[in-house]
């Protein structure tokens, strides 16, 4: 009839033919595939007899041996030996054509299909008797052999062109065939008039539920089913297709409920496995409400589902832990492929709920285990190790879940972009181009598939943003302001680009507009979590810590599990608890200040202190061997710091080892007048940068100084500072500097910048121990390159190399070049904490002699617990 097709017949998914192994058969000729036989109720299984000696032929031996069989007093196992004992002597046509029939029909009674599909093979379908028909024709389908299965239809219809049975079975074939137009005809036919005989009612309605799930009707073939089932309502066959294909459309958690109850009411409906296996989909149903709710809501009850969800995954796996433990050997690899299912999805639910590193112990467990994880559960625990800022074991994860994926992971996909900040978090800047540039390409800024043209893609805006965002991270600034400018443009209302333009103000060194930014965005978008995360970022630059602090507490009261809010906590704990400041240099060879020389200065400071104060520890230790002597000087302070918004003052009170000013105070104030502006002035009653030589010869100083500064940006400062020196013995330095920093070059990897500075200074008496020329000035070009060598998450390593050259002149000695060199390494090792250290070499003249000094530095600055 036609020819053998590779489409798979219609019948029960895979699992629920599992499921249902081992029960006895019930009528389903057709879609289920068991003989009408098995239509008796009264009809049981033997139990195993003593083997049964096999007898000649002749129609009394086979009357009894079907009687026997049908009695149920000999196995059918033990009726198809004798048949086919028989089959194998010389019979005649019509002894040989019942005994082929008789045994196709135990043979698929029995559920032996394979055997039946054998036999009717052997012996075409128009050699055997009219009840063996419909049997074979139900071994053909379960076996999709679509070639027998035609062949004997046609002979049935041949036989019996008005048997409403063939022409059902028909129906079926042209199904399994791809003929799905043919099987609609069909079924229209069989359908005028309409059957009154329960019997055609359920064959016709087990059709058309085949039929509305090949079309794609979910609901209409549950309807069938469900009628198939209130017809016969010893049927439960019919009840757990119903079931699994509500499952199946989106309804798996009414489906498992359904399923539950009528277990309860009937055991033996459902297998323990087609239980689990519904259990598993409908918690899988309610992760992917749980996060919805989550998203949609603050505070506690925002993670109440998420928490019952993996309350109910623990229960699940115990459930089907000790099921599986009396399963059949047949089920093993079914049973452990639920579990892996259920194991995937709670790996999934803990990074939903925040439990990073719980994720990561199940993950490490499963491959150990050797499981063959799905695409996304290696997203959940690359998403799982970059939480744990982990993200150089993240990469691999979301490129396995990528590669797995394939053509049906959607792009943009939460997995790409995941992969996509994994690759900034790394440092690989190209792979993470290369990727954004793919997902943009596969991000139409229209959507193809809507009821009206011109509907623009959700899609393509995160794309944008994202792209903003990539661009703040690789330390592209002012490539970032611009497009989130454009962006903010286009869409004042989206919280992603007002955010972005906040945090964009931020890195560009402009506080007060960052903070203005995120002020009009928190009444616009008041519970955006992001927006509010931001926020507090911007409050603690500006210096605003009590109004950061109260917006962070209620943040963390409302969404603590989220990983941007703990890292916004470890931020904040960084910035605003005790740290420890230590700056310490040593050099050689400048002889007109010292010989040799070394000095650490360090602060240990409190944290705040009702967000305002800080109490601090200071001291500064240094030597400097010169011609006139060795001095050592050791210096402690204690004092106490008050910053709020734009303003911060310090005092001191001080206490040094030698010098005039053993007791002394110090001050400072700085105020931030505005973004482009900030202002500063301080007070030292015993320098710090007093000349060895005047130590030596018992003279100290009094330092004022006073400073403004011009920012641009984080790119551009210009600063203006002017300071004095009053010596104790009455002589008196007024100096000048001028500073212009400009960064040229600023990529992810590179930084190229200048430095141009120019001072001036004159000083009261010539006739003192130490340095002090009537008046000098020196101008130098400083142009500084930065490499960035190494990247995991916020820790970074840097090299960087600083070549300096100008011009020096001193009153009475002309002029003469000056220049130096400088080699640095700089860690970021976390929020706040930075360590630099390096050496340098440098020429300069004093007093017309030229000096080249050689120096190292280190400097520290860490948070403490």
């Not at 079924?187 to 085949?210: F, H, N």
Request: charge should be neutral.
């Amino acid at each position: 009839m036609a020819a053998r097709n590779s489409a798979q017949p219609n019948s029960l998914p895979h699992y629920l033919a599992q499921a249902v192994r081992g029960l006895p058969p019930i009528v389903c000729v057709l879609a289920f595939g068991a003989s009408a036989a098995a239509a008796d109720p009264g009809v049981t299984r033997p139990p195993a007899a003593a083997e049964r000696r096999v007898v000649s032929h002749d129609s009394q031996q086979h009357d009894a041996l079907i009687a026997e069989q049908r009695a149920g007093r000999i196995t059918a196992a033990q009726a198809l030996k004798q048949l086919k004992a028989w089959l194998a002597m010389p019979l005649d046509d019509a002894a040989r054509q019942r005994a082929v029939s008789d045994a196709i029909s135990i043979a698929v009674d029995d559920g032996q299909f394979a055997e039946a599909t054998a036999l009717g093979r052997e012996r075409s379908p128009a050699r055997l008797r009219d009840y063996a028909l419909g049997p074979l024709a139900v071994a053909a389908r379960r076996t999709q052999d679509l070639v027998l299965q035609g062949e004997t239809i046609a002979v049935w219809r041949a036989r019996l062109p008005a048997a409403r049975d063939a022409r059902i079975h028909e129906g079926f074939w042209r199904l399994d065939s791809g003929d799905t137009a043919g099987a609609r005809e069909m079924y229209r036919a069989l359908a005028e008039p309409a059957p009154t005989e329960t019997a055609d009612r359920v064959a016709l309605l087990e059709l058309s539920a085949t039929l509305s799930r090949v079309e794609g009707h979910a609901l209409q073939a549950i309807s069938a089913y469900r009628q198939v089932a209130m017809l016969q309502p010893a049927r439960r066959d019919a009840q757990r297709e119903a079931e699994l294909l509500l499952a199946s459309s989106g309804a798996a958690s009414a489906a498992f409920q359904e399923a539950e109850m009528a277990e309860r009411a009937h055991p033996g409906t459902f297998s323990a496995l087609a239980l689990s296996t519904l259990q598993q989909q409908a918690l899988a149903q309610q992760l992917r409400w749980a996060v919805r709710e989550r998203d949609e809501l603050i505070g506690a009850s925002r993670v109440v589902a998420l928490d019952r969800v993996l309350a109910q995954q623990e229960a699940a796996l115990a459930r089907l832990e000790a099921s599986a433990l009396r399963a059949e050997p047949a089920d093993a690899d079914a049973w452990r492929s639920l579990r892996l299912r259920l194991q995937c999805d709670r790996l999934l639910a803990l990074v939903e709920r925040g439990r990073a590193a719980d994720a990561i112990a199940l993950y490490e467990m499963l491959r150990a285990n050797g499981a063959a994880l799905p695409s996304y559960a290696f997203g959940a625990a690359g998403r799982a190790f970059a939480e744990e800022r982990r993200s150089a074991e993240a990469v691999p994860l979301y490129e396995a879940a990528v590669a797995m994926g394939d053509a049906n992971l959607p792009v943009p996909d939460p997995i790409y972009l995941g992969l996509a900040y994994a690759y900034l978090d790394t440092g690989r800047f190209e792979e993470a181009e290369a990727l954004l540039t793919r997902i943009e390409s596969a991000t139409p800024a229209l959507m193809r598939l809507a009821p009206e043209a011109g509907r623009p893609n959700d899609q393509y805006t995160d794309m944008n943003g994202m792209r903003g965002m990539l661009l703040l991270y690789g330390d592209r600034h002012a490539l970032a302001q611009r497009r989130f400018a454009l962006l903010t443009g286009e869409a004042p209302l989206n919280a992603e680009f007002a955010a972005g333009a906040g945090i964009a103000e931020r890195l560009r060194d402009h506080p007060e507009a960052a903070l203005a930014r995120f002020d009009a965005l928190a009444a616009d978008q008041p519970h955006d979590i992001g927006a509010r995360a931001g926020h507090v970022e911007a409050l603690l630059d500006a210096g605003e810590f009590a109004e950061a602090r109260r917006r962070a507490e209620s943040l963390e009261a409302d969404a603590s599990d989220t990983a941007q809010v703990r890292e916004l906590g470890r931020t904040r704990r960084a910035t605003t608890g005790p740290r420890l400041d230590v700056d310490a240099e040593g050099s050689t060879g400048g002889g007109a200040i010292a010989d040799r020389e070394w000095r650490v200065d360090s602060r240990l400071s409190s944290g705040l202190l009702d967000d305002e104060w800080r109490i601090f520890y200071d001291q500064s230790l240094g030597r400097g061997d010169t011609s006139l002597g060795n001095a050592r000087w050791a210096r402690s302070g204690i004092g106490l710091s008050w910053q709020r918004g734009r303003w911060l003052t310090e005092s001191a009170v001080q206490r040094s080892n030698t010098g005039p000013y053993r007791t002394s105070v110090a001050g400072r104030v700085d105020y931030r007048a505005a973004d482009a502006w900030r202002l500063s002035a301080n007070f030292d009653g015993d320098s710090k940068d007093l000349p060895w030589k005047a130590r030596v010869a018992g003279i100290g100083a009094r330092e004022t100084g006073v400073a403004v500064s011009h920012v641009v940006n984080e790119a551009r400062h210009f600063d203006l500072q002017w300071r004095r020196l009053d010596f104790s013995d009455g002589n008196l330095r007024n100096g000048l500097d001028f500073t212009w920093r400009e960064r040229w070059v600023s990529t992810p990897r590179f930084q190229l910048e200048t430095r141009l500075g120019a001072e001036t200074s004159r000083s009261r008496q010539q006739e003192v121990p130490y340095f002090s020329p009537s008046s000098d000035a020196s101008a130098q070009l400083t142009v500084r390159a930065q490499w960035l060598n190494w990247k995991s998450d916020d820790r970074q390593f840097f090299q960087a190399i600083e070549v300096g050259a100008g011009r020096y002149h001193q009153a009475g000695f002309g002029a003469g070049p000056l220049w130096s060199l400088r080699y640095e390494h700089k860690w970021n090792l976390g929020p706040k904490l930075t360590l630099r250290y390096g050496l340098g070499i440098s020429s300069h003249s004093y007093d017309g002699v030229r000096e080249r000094q050689r120096s190292v530095f280190m400097n520290l600055s860490m948070p403490l617990p």
